[in-house]
């Protein structure tokens, strides 16, 4: 069973930096492809950075060059790294893994909000 578990989220000004993480179980980070996702209040739930199983990332328009999606294998983990926040950045923030044999995983979410 694919669990994710993220953190990290919380309230910071404009122009801050935030670390969201994301505990998976098992080796899921190694072999499924990891990303993360936002849903603000009333939009659609949107792509916002995935990485590979063999380490190719990609990111949304909007976030490129101030996001990064990263993966550490020994310790069952993606981050995103998130700077030069802005108050259109503040969502609910998701961990996604995705496995052709097993589809999608989602883990419950970290709040993110960005004050002007």
């Known amino acids: 069973q694919v669990q994710l578990v993220e953190s990290g989220g919380g309230l910071v000004q404009a122009g801050g930096s935030l670390r969201l993480s994301c505990e998976t179980s098992?080796?899921?980070?190694?072999?499924?492809?990891m990303g993360w996702y936002r849903q603000a209040p009333g939009k659609l739930r949107e792509l916002v950075a995935t990485?590979?199983?063999?380490?190719?990332?990609n990111y949304a328009d909007s976030v490129k060059g101030r996001f990064t999606i990263s993966r550490d294998n020994a310790k069952n983990t993606v981050y995103l790294e998130m700077n030069s926040l802005k108050p259109e950045d503040t969502a609910v923030y998701y961990c996604?893994?995705?496995?052709?044999?097993?589809?999608?995983?989602w883990g419950q979410g970290t709040q993110v909000t960005v004050s002007s």
């Open positions: 098992g080796r899921i980070v190694r072999i499924y492809t």
């Open positions: 996604n893994a995705n496995h052709w044999t097993t589809g999608e995983h």
């Open positions: 990485i590979s199983p063999g380490g190719n990332t």
